[in-house]
């Protein structure tokens, strides 16, 4: 007869067995769903029934797939839906793909970016109580054509690395929660099929959904982005200024050095291809020379990525205004000529100038030389002394962009503005600022300048300082009320509203600064594919964005798609250019292949991984780390044959011991 030990040992097992079945079904019930997308759509917190979560161009409901060049990063998100409870300790991994994996990395924020070429993002939802009005879509009725449509409530925005977090976070109950994924391609990755797994853990253990461990494929094309950027821009941060950024990060905001502080920004800017700038300078110096030669971006400096060593293009002196001598302007005219020569370098001479302040603006631009002057206005001959011209998104004629450039002048332009642009509001849609870059490119403008990235004090509305991870309004004055406006990167400390510190010395990206980066790294690829193919790259263009600028009239809808899938549609036919033979992009939206009206189990069409199917993905007794799996929303016939097969082995073994 077995011993007393054995028996007991016996129970055990069983009643383990009973709580992993049970434990099983909690997870299911509290991890709803999870599914994927690329990154050219915003998916709210509340959005559960969205239309691309059975199928989308990235995810067919088993396995994601993406494609890019070397040099290039892509980006996609994974959604992780809350069931009916909350369920916290959740963290979301890719640990590599193929060749591609980060190095040694550290989360000092000096070198954060060195060996990081793999970085997962929790994204932060911030409460849209009331829509923008004004500055980026004039119009203020609710129902302006203009104004792009359900964008109230829990938006996502701000995107916090989730290894400063612990790699740890809660779903809440009955809500989306996205993760961001950013993967940079090295250059010397080979073209081809890289695979990997996004693996969903709860308590350190994937969960019992089989989306939980999603398949990626990454299709690495035989083509190389260049370093330098396809697109020029101008971002400006208030990286000098107490009352806004160095508040946060400093316990004494005015006493203080900040100079590692704005390195830090330059570098994450340069992460985004964008160049970063402040201007605040009396005279030239070592850390703009740094800069500007791009040894603040070299490795030995602790970054890593695009554009590694190349400095920036762009300077501004006394950036929104202020005046040069004589002897000042020939201090910075000789030194740029001698040390950064192919950089656009000018005298911020006014901000946006009323008609009465011309002359005084024509009066700084002449005292200014030989440096060139800058003003943010539209380009006029009555300012014959101004070099450059920053033309406002919803000012800008091509008429008189051409005509500006024949008089020898140089014009860019500046901000967003439906529907004659995108917009940078954070109640627009997701490919927004991407569209910018699509703009610039097809009509050749060569720079766009967004006037702030860091407004964390909204001083000219007198609203205050911002709560930047609760409040979407960032930009108030006199009728004007914009969501994000001047907001494209989130403090990693924040000493003003400590509740939201995430605890890291450094600057945090936003969803809207990377469909920025995604319109210049489109850019890029446009180029790349003229050459191969003229009538592909011209149809692209006139497929996404037919109209803009002048072309279009307030009260308008866009001329241009709001929605990402067919933007992602048209990038995947510019990377079949550069397909390898053994490497052709595929198109990961096409259904598998089933029965009309059924999933491939053969169950009645269900979203995949939520409640009701399990989407065609995995039998519900396929083995996961040699466990079985048992569905939290099994039917009620299921959990009693469990039962009853429990209670049999219970019964067995009560017989086999009543042999004895």
């Known amino acids: 007869m077995p011993s007393k030990t054995g028996m007991q040992l016996s129970y055990r097992v069983v009643f383990a067995a009973l709580a992993m079945i049970l434990a099983g079904g909690s997870a299911r019930a509290d991890i709803a769903a999870v599914w994927a997308l690329d990154d050219g759509t915003k998916i709210k917190a509340d959005a559960l029934s969205h239309a691309l979560k059975a199928r989308n161009g990235t995810f067919d409901g088993q396995t994601i797939k993406i494609f890019g060049a070397r040099n290039e ?27 591609i994996k980060n190095g040694a990395v550290s989360n000092d924020p000096d070198t954060y970016f060195v060996g990081r070429n793999i970085e997962l993002f929790q994204q932060v939802y911030l409460n849209v109580r ?9 119009p203020w009725e609710p129902a302006a054509p203009e104004m792009p449509a359900g964008l109230l409530g829990p938006v996502p925005d701000p995107l916090v690395p989730l290894n400063i977090i612990g790699n740890k976070l809660t779903v809440p109950a009955n809500r989306n929660q996205g993760v961001w994924v950013d993967i940079y391609i090295p250059k010397d990755t080979q073209p081809g099929v890289h695979k990997g ?3 969903v853990l709860v308590n350190g253990q994937p969960c019992s959904l089989p989306t939980c461990q999603l398949p990626l494929e990454l299709t690495v094309v035989d083509a190389t982005l260049p370093d330098k950027p396809a697109l020029k821009t101008m971002l400006y941060f208030s990286g000098h200024d107490g009352d806004t950024v160095l508040e946060r990060y400093f316990p004494d905001r005015w006493n203080n050095d900040p100079s590692k502080l704005k390195e830090r920004h330059y570098k994450l800017g340069r992460r985004h291809q964008i160049t970063m700038f402040i201007g605040d300078d009396n005279a030239p110096n070592q850390a703009m020379a740094d800069r500007l030669s791009g040894k603040t971006f070299s490795a030995a ?24 001598n004589s002897s000042q302007a020939n201090t910075w005219n000789d030194w740029f000529k001698q040390n950064a020569p192919g950089v ?12 009465g302040d011309l002359g005084q603006v024509n009066s700084r631009a002449a005292s200014a030389k030989p440096v060139p002057a800058f003003v943010t206005n539209d380009y006029t001959s009555e300012l014959s002394d101004i070099s450059i011209f920053a033309v406002y998104a919803e000012n800008f004629s091509l008429s008189n962009f051409n005509q500006g450039k024949a008089a020898g002048k140089t014009i860019w332009i500046y901000n967003g503005t439906r529907p004659f642009t995108g917009s940078f509001a954070t109640d627009d849609v997701a490919v927004s600022p991407r569209v910018n870059a699509w703009i610039q490119y097809k009509h050749g403008i060569e720079r766009w300048f967004y006037w702030e990235s860091t407004y964390y004090n909204d001083f000219q509305g007198g609203a205050g300082k911002t709560n930047l991870f609760k409040e979407a309004m ?13 907001v494209l990167i989130y403090p990693g400390r924040d000493l003003v509203f400590p509740a939201e510190d995430r605890g890291f010395d450094g600057p ?16 890029a690829l446009l180029a790349l594919a003229k050459a191969k193919d003229q009538a592909l790259h011209d149809q692209a263009i006139a497929a996404l964005v037919p109209a803009a600028l002048d072309q279009k009239e307030h009260n308008q809808k866009v001329s241009w798609s709001e929605d990402g899938e067919q933007w992602l549609e048209q990038r995947r036919k510019l990377a079949m250019l550069f397909a390898s033979n053994n490497s052709t992009p595929i198109d990961p939206g096409t259904p598998p292949t089933t029965p009309p009206g059924s999933e491939p189990n053969g169950n009645p069409p269900t979203t995949p991984g939520t409640p009701g199917g399990n989407g065609g993905n995995v039998e519900p007794d396929t083995l996961i780390g040699g466990c079985a799996v048992v569905s939290g929303d099994a039917p009620l016939a299921t959990w009693w044959v469990l039962g009853l097969a429990l209670l049999g082995v219970l019964v067995a073994r009560r017989r086999r011991r009543r042999r004895y």
Request: aromatic share 12%.
């Open 73 to 99: 990063t892509v980006a996609f998100q994974v959604i992780v839906e809350g069931g009916s409870a909350a369920t916290s300790d959740v963290n979301v991994t890719l640990d590599a793909v193929g060749t």
């Open 344 to 355: 656009d370098f000018f005298l911020y001479t006014w901000d946006e100038p009323e008609s």
């Open 130 to 138: 009331k829509r923008s009005k004004g500055l980026v879509w004039e």
């Open 301 to 324: 400096n602790g970054y890593y990525g695009w554009g590694v060593g190349q400095g920036q293009d762009v300077y501004s002196i006394h950036t929104f205004g202020g005046t040069l």
């Open 508 to 523: 945090l990206p936003s969803i809207r600064l990377k469909n920025w980066r995604r319109g210049i790294q489109d850019a």
């Open 474 to 486: 960032t930009f108030s004055n006199g009728s004007d009320e914009v969501n994000g406006d001047g």
């Open 197 to 199: 797994t996004v693996k």
